[in-house]
Structure formats: C-alpha cells, structure tokens
C-alpha cells in the first residue's frame, strides 16, 4: 500500500488512542491504548497487516533510535541526581537483575508446572481405561 | 551559531549521525556494551556539553523523533498479532511473570532506597523505572514523585536491560523464548524490546505484551502507595 496510507493510518490510530487517554480516570498511556486499538483492528481483520507493513518494519527495526531526545532529557534532571548517583545507577542495576530474574523463572516455572499437570491429566486418563 | 543549531535540522541531523555511528561501533565490535542508543546518547551529550548548544535547542529537532515514540510503540501490535497463538496458550503464565517481576521491581527499588537513605521525592520518583515513559510520567505525578527523574530512571534502567539482555538470559539459564521475552519487557520495557525485537521475533512479541502488563500492573499497585 502507498507510504502515505500506511502513514495516515497509524497516525490516525495514534490519535484514537491518544485522545481515549485524556478521558480515562486512571494514568494510561495513549501508546499502549494505540497498540490495543491496532491489535483489535487486525484481529476483526478490519485491518491486514500488508496495510501497514513497510512503515511498521521501518519504526520497529529503528526503535531504539526514536528514544534518543528521552536518554538525552536525563541532562534535565542532572542536577537533581547529581549528589546521589552512585547509589541510584547500584539501585537501578540490582533491581533490573532482580526483576529480570523473577519475571523469567516464574513464567519459566509456571509453564512447567502447566506441562506437568497436562501431562498428568493424560496419565491419569491413561490409567482409567 | 546559535542560528545553526536552533534549527529542528540539527537535533534530528545529530541524533541519526549519533545513532549510525552507534550501529557502525556495535557491528564492528560485535559486543553488547556497543549498544547503539547507549552510544548515541553518550555522543550527543558530549556534542551538547563540549558546543554549549541548549538542551531546548537540541529538542526543537529531538522532539520531532520523539513524536514517532508513540507509532513505534503501537506496531508492536503486529508482532503480537502474529504471535497471538502463543499469547493464548501461555496467558497464565506471563500474567503471572508481569505480576511477580513488577512487585519485585517496586519493592526491591523501595528496599534499596530506604537502605541508602534517599531524598523521599527521589525514591518515589525511582519505584517506576520499570514501566515505559508515559506510564512512570502519570504514575510518578500521581504518587509523588519528580517526572523528569522518573524519565531518568526509566531510560537508564531501559539502556541496561538492552545491553544485558543477552547475558541475563544465560545468566538465568532462560530456555524459553516466551520467558526471555517477557522478562525483558517487565524489567526494561520499551528500549529492552528494541534488543528482545533482534533477538526473535516470539522475544520481541512476548516483550511488547510485558510492556502493556507490567503498565498495568504498576498503576494498579501504585494505587496503595
């Protein structure tokens, strides 16, 4: 499909999401509303993902580049976290391990333990007949 | 000079020669510290500190790449479209990782800010460092917390996950995809799906679902802080 419609439409989504935001009554971010939105759109098959193929391959292979201006704003608050940054870059480092860790082995062990249970199941019917 | 450098051209010129030379150091390198975004913003802030140009100056052009945070976010939604099979089998168990790795993130955060003494502000500022930019901006202000060092936090800690993904996975002796993936995403949401996206393509869908959830699971704690 032409760029332009790719465009329009995930800038339209974007705008949906964005305005839902502003009326919800809690903190929700218009990004994560939009990514909603467009997941429902392809599932109802109101849209394929050929429509938005190109420009969505272009932002999601340049992610990490759309976050620069925000690693660059930390320079704002410099002077705030000037006195305790060591601490705080320790705190960030041991709690990013400690919830990358937890987050792994509990869905690691669950879908075991989901494994087990099919499995059992099976037995169990097994042994009945 | 100012002239130059007050024009959006300069921080938009800037940030992608930052951001090429980054990817040019890490296929060079081959190694993970050579994060591209780590290298881009430690070039851009040298340009910006060593010039004098004003931070305002660089976000005439840098808030125009940063307009573009909110579709890269949402295309996410093709990765989780394609995956979708997956999610569905395996829904209990990422909710449950989203729901253990965001409380161990809060509380390990407080814990260790009550063990270093910090400034209130600071800590409660720090508790959302886990969850993408727009969540730990509303979530920060509604608890008390400072948003621009909410911002800080979240981005550092986004710039980690994307470098130790790799060696957290072995580290961890992570096996499945589906695990790898949403542990990124919980830990270090956006930016770490930025490296769970070049890991796979389940890792990247995994990730970007992580982001959503540990959102989600964050306001609703933060509700009782």
């Given at each position: 499909?032409?760029?332009?419609?790719?465009?329009?439409?995930?800038?339209?989504?974007?705008?949906?999401?964005?305005?839902?935001?502003?009326?919800?009554?809690?903190?929700?971010?218009?990004?994560?509303?939009?990514?909603?939105?467009?997941?429902?759109?392809?599932?109802?098959?109101?849209?394929?993902?050929?429509?938005?193929?190109?420009?969505?391959?272009?932002?999601?292979?340049?992610?990490?580049?759309?976050?620069?201006?925000?690693?660059i704003?930390?320079?704002?608050?410099?002077?705030?976290?000037?006195?305790?940054?060591?601490?705080?870059?320790?705190?960030?480092v041991?709690?990013?391990i400690?919830?990358?860790g937890?987050?792994?082995?509990?869905?690691?062990?669950?879908?075991?333990?989901?494994?087990?249970?099919?499995?059992?199941?099976?037995?169990?019917g097994?042994?009945?007949? | 000079?100012?002239?130059?450098?007050?024009?959006?051209?300069?921080?938009?010129?800037?940030?992608?020669?930052?951001?090429e030379?980054g990817?040019?150091?890490?296929?060079?390198?081959?190694?993970?510290?050579?994060?591209?975004?780590?290298?881009?913003?430690?070039?851009?802030?040298?340009?910006?500190?060593?010039?004098?140009?004003?931070?305002?100056?660089?976000?005439?052009?840098?808030?125009?790449?940063?307009?573009?945070?909110?579709?890269?976010?949402?295309?996410?939604?093709?990765?989780?479209?394609?995956?979708?099979?997956?999610?569905?089998?395996?829904?209990?168990?990422?909710?449950?990782?989203?729901?253990?790795?965001?409380?161990?993130?809060?509380?390990?955060?407080?814990?260790?800010?009550?063990?270093?003494?910090?400034?209130?502000?600071?800590?409660?500022?720090?508790?959302?460092?886990?969850?993408?930019?727009?969540?730990?901006?509303?979530?920060?202000?509604?608890?008390?917390?400072?948003?621009?060092?909410?911002?800080?936090?979240?981005?550092?800690?986004?710039?980690?996950?994307?470098v130790?993904?790799?060696?957290?996975?072995?580290?961890?002796?992570?096996?499945?995809?589906?695990?790898?993936?949403?542990?990124?995403?919980?830990?270090?949401?956006?930016?770490?799906?930025?490296?769970?996206?070049?890991?796979?393509?389940?890792?990247?869908?995994?990730?970007?679902?992580?982001?959503?959830?540990?959102?989600?699971?964050?306001?609703?704690?933060?509700?009782f802080?």
């Amino acid at each position: 499909m032409k760029m332009m419609y790719q465009i329009g439409i995930l800038f339209g989504v974007c705008l949906i999401g964005q305005t839902i935001s502003v009326f919800l009554p809690i903190p929700f971010p218009g990004s994560v509303l939009s990514m909603i939105i467009l997941f429902l759109l392809l599932y109802f098959r109101v849209l394929k993902v050929d429509h938005i193929r190109q420009k969505a391959d272009f932002l999601l292979k340049n992610m990490a580049f759309f976050f620069i201006p925000a690693g660059i704003g930390i320079l704002s608050s410099f002077d705030l976290i000037r006195s305790s940054i060591l601490p705080l870059l320790l705190i960030i480092v041991v709690s990013t391990i400690l919830t990358f860790g937890a987050t792994a082995l509990t869905v690691q062990g669950v879908i075991t333990l989901q494994d087990r249970l099919a499995r059992a199941g099976k037995g169990k019917g097994k042994s009945h007949e | 000079m100012s002239e130059v450098y007050a024009s959006p051209f300069f921080g938009i010129f800037l940030s992608i020669f930052a951001f090429e030379t980054g990817v040019w150091i890490n296929k060079k390198t081959k190694s993970a510290a050579a994060n591209p975004l780590l290298i881009a913003v430690v070039i851009c802030i040298l340009v910006i500190k060593i010039f004098r140009i004003p931070l305002e100056s660089y976000n005439v052009g840098g808030d125009l790449i940063s307009v573009f945070l909110g579709p890269a976010t949402a295309v996410l939604a093709i990765a989780v479209y394609s995956q979708f099979t997956l999610l569905k089998k395996y829904f209990l168990p990422i909710l449950l990782g989203t729901i253990v790795g965001s409380s161990v993130s809060i509380g390990s955060v407080y814990l260790l800010c009550k063990a270093f003494h910090l400034d209130e502000a600071i800590s409660r500022s720090m508790l959302t460092k886990s969850v993408t930019t727009p969540f730990a901006i509303a979530i920060s202000e509604n608890i008390g917390g400072v948003p621009s060092v909410a911002v800080a936090a979240v981005v550092l800690t986004g710039i980690l996950g994307a470098v130790f993904a790799p060696l957290l996975i072995r580290l961890f002796h992570v096996r499945n995809p589906v695990a790898a993936g949403v542990a990124i995403g919980t830990s270090s949401h956006a930016v770490g799906t930025s490296k769970a996206i070049e890991l796979g393509e389940t890792e990247g869908a995994m990730s970007g679902i992580a982001i959503g959830m540990a959102g989600i699971v964050t306001v609703i704690i933060s509700l009782f802080l």
